[in-house]
């Protein structure tokens, strides 16, 4: 058989502008799993403690607290469902298995604020505020995009910016987590014990968010750095 044979039997390698290749490519399943696991845990829990870091809570004083503040009801569904549909996807193409994986973390966000909206009685406000509940879908999200470049340039025989990537995603992450719980203080107040009532603080957010709005910037700069090494 041919060289020019070989080529146009071979599937097609991700698509430059989307990441994604038509419906014939697909990847070893047990490695994109391992890889979206992984950087979704590191994406949750920068995402969280950057949270906690805006909110002015950096005191743990129980041990296992930290490993607490990530047990929810959002993050134990998606992790248990994400593995399961990896491996019932896993000869379809690339985009279908992370486009199912976004729609499980969307489900699993609107079944944990049912929950705290309907059987906790929370109020909107604070359950939006969560890092746990509408940010959590940003936290996949990040896991996801950093997931598809590394199997896109993985597929294309490089590993080059991978680390850019993920080190541009990881300043987003941690913008958005200080952010939102610099509003969650804001608007809110600080996260208080059950039947409590929280009050808002009085003190200016402009300090926290211009600091989320450096962190946003640096990942500008990783971002536009990677494009410009890859032109």
């Known amino acids: 058989m041919s060289d020019d044979a070989s080529r146009a039997d071979a599937p097609p390698l991700p698509d430059e502008a989307t990441g ?4 014939g490519w697909t990847t070893r399943s047990a490695s994109v799993m391992r890889a979206l696991l992984l950087s979704a845990l590191v994406s949750v829990v920068v995402g969280g403690l950057s949270f906690q870091l805006g909110l002015g809570d950096t005191s743990f004083d129980r041990p296992g607290e930290v ?17 399961l549909i990896l491996h019932a996807l896993r000869w379809r193409a690339i985009g279908q298995r992370f486009r199912w994986v976004l729609v499980a973390a969307v489900i699993a966000v609107t079944l944990s604020m049912a929950v705290r909206l309907v059987l906790a009685g929370d109020s909107l406000l604070p359950t939006m505020l969560d890092p746990l509940t509408a940010a959590f879908v940003l936290w996949i ?5 950093w997931t598809r470049a590394r199997v896109r340039r993985l597929a294309a025989g490089t590993d080059r910016g991978i680390a850019i990537i993920g080190l541009g995603l990881g300043f987003a992450a941690a913008g958005a987590g200080l952010a939102l719980g610099t509003l969650r203080l804001t608007l809110v107040g600080p996260e208080v014990p059950p039947g409590a009532v929280p009050a808002a603080s009085a003190s200016s957010p402009a300090t926290a968010l211009l600091v989320a709005a450096t962190f ?6 990783f971002w536009l750095a990677d494009r410009t090494r890859n032109r």
């Open 20 to 23: 994604y290749a038509g419906p």
């Open 67 to 83: 490993v607490l503040l990530f047990v929810d009801i959002a993050p134990v569904l998606w992790f248990g469902a994400a593995p």
């Open 141 to 145: 999200g990040a896991a996801v995009v």
């Open 216 to 221: 946003a910037m640096i990942a500008g700069l």
